[in-house]
């Protein structure tokens, strides 16, 4: 059973930082596209990064690029997120994918991530 399992989230303070982890199980994690989600109470899920296989293109929503950054280790099959400068919209519960083509595609149950003074 592949399991995806999300670390790092908290309580931190506007401006503050974090850096959340995802560890996978897939044997074969380095042939995986990862991304990272969230989704704050009482709203839609939506997307925050993305990274490719080998890691050789990344893609961010708008309303993080400049301040996050996604990464990954294929050795370790983790992939991270450093979150700097946050927002208190930032504050959601997130989530990593694995997906590969049109196989199906994994879901992690997410970490809290609160931004509060």
């Known amino acids: 059973q592949v399991q995806l399992v999300e670390s790092g989230g908290g309580l931190v303070q506007p401006g503050g930082s974090l850096r959340l982890s995802c560890s996978v199980s897939?044997?074969?994690?380095?042939?995986?596209?990862m991304s990272w989600y969230r989704q704050a109470p009482g709203k839609e899920r939506e997307f925050v990064a993305t990274?490719?296989?080998?890691?050789?293109?990344?893609n961010y929503a708008d309303s993080v690029k400049g301040r996050f950054a996604i990464s990954r280790d294929n050795a370790k099959r983790t992939v991270y997120l450093q979150m700097n400068s946050l927002k208190r919209e930032d504050s959601a519960v997130y989530s990593c994918?694995?997906?590969?083509?049109?196989?199906?595609?994994?879901w992690g149950q997410g970490t809290h991530v609160n931004v509060s003074s």
């Open positions: 994918k694995a997906n590969r083509g049109t196989t199906p595609e994994f």
């Open positions: 897939l044997f074969t994690f380095s042939l995986y596209d």
């Open positions: 990274i490719t296989s080998t890691g050789g293109r990344t």
